[in-house]
């Protein structure tokens, strides 16, 4: 799961994405999921059917390849999850150990230093993450 996740990285981000072509944050997961033989219904690609179909785990217990689910708001709607990413654990990338995720979003929307796509990203606790589910 975790080096076919990886295997997208620089995938520019596209809302409603799906395909290595472009993804949104909940495309990826699935499409990762999906190539990966994870048992999961690929035709419900959002953050909340990714929510509802894995057993709830605990930020304690998080391992490398769980999810993260934020909720919050998202396209000016309430929603019970509005993001995912997946949990690598720790790692070491360009000299930095720490807690890493590998997710698809985008960031300073309209500026020149906007990041948009696949990329790690440190994670950031349970503070911006609601929800984790154990993937086996």
């Known amino acids: 799961l975790l080096n076919e ?9 596209v809302w409603g994405g799906y395909s290595p072509s472009g993804f949104d944050c909940s495309g990826f997961v699935c499409y990762v999921l999906y190539q990966s033989g994870v048992d ?3 035709n419900y690609r959002s ?3 990714l929510k509802d179909s894995y057993l709830a785990s605990s930020h304690e217990a998080r391992k490398p390849g769980d ?7 998202a396209g000016g709607t309430t929603s019970s999850a509005n993001h995912v990413a997946i949990y690598l654990g720790t790692l070491t990338i360009d000299g ?4 890493y995720t590998v997710e698809c979003t985008t960031t ?5 230093q906007e990041i948009s796509g696949v990329q790690f990203r440190k994670y950031s606790g349970r503070k911006n993450y ?3 589910r154990a993937i086996d």
């Open 130 to 132: 609601k929800y984790v």
């Open 67 to 73: 999810l993260l689910i934020k909720n919050g708001t």
């Open 40 to 42: 999961y219904n690929y």
């Open 47 to 49: 953050c909340v059917a």
């Open 5 to 13: 996740a990886a295997r997208y990285l620089g995938t520019p981000y």
């Open 96 to 99: 930095v150990t720490d807690e």
């Open 108 to 112: 300073n929307k309209g500026t020149p």
